[in-house]
Nanobody, 123 residues
Framework: QVQLVESGGGLVQPGGSLRLSCTAS????????IGWFRKAPGLEREGVAC???????YFTNSREDRFTISRDNAKNTVYLQINSLKAEDTAVYYC?????????????????WGQGTQVTVSS
């Protein structure tokens, strides 16, 4: 079964950090771009970051100051490190695959969406 599984979410205080993981099963991530997205209550799902098959990274809304995306193909896993967490980072975080490998697909053209992992930032 081809799927992506997110993990690493939780409850964290403002200013804290989390590392989210996106692990593939049933296929190799090597040739895919992987995007991280999030959906906060009452808001549309938005893109956060994407890493291409050859390791180039993209961030939306200048998030590279607090967000880092990386991949470990040997572990078939992509990571999203979030530092200096803020209340507005509270959301369900999803990962999905970009078949083209270059993170140029529209959000709706990403595949194999995971079930998401909840991140809650609160004191």
């Amino acid at each position: 079964q081809v799927q992506l599984v997110e993990s690493g979410g939780g409850l964290v205080q403002p200013g804290g950090s989390l590392r989210l993981s996106c692990t593939a099963s049933g296929f190799s991530l090597d040739y895919y771009g992987i995007g991280w997205f999030r959906k906060a209550p009452g808001l549309e799902r938005e893109g956060v970051a994407c890493i291409t098959s050859d390791g180039k990274t993209y961030f939306t809304n200048s998030r590279e100051d607090r967000f880092t995306i990386s991949r470990d193909n040997a572990k078939n896993t992509v990571y999203l490190q979030i530092n200096s967490l803020k209340a507005e980072d509270t959301a369900v975080y999803y990962c999905a695959s970009d078949v083209g490998g270059d993170c140029q697909s529209a959000q709706d053209d990403f595949h194999s969406w995971g079930q998401g992992t909840q991140v809650t930032v609160s004191s």
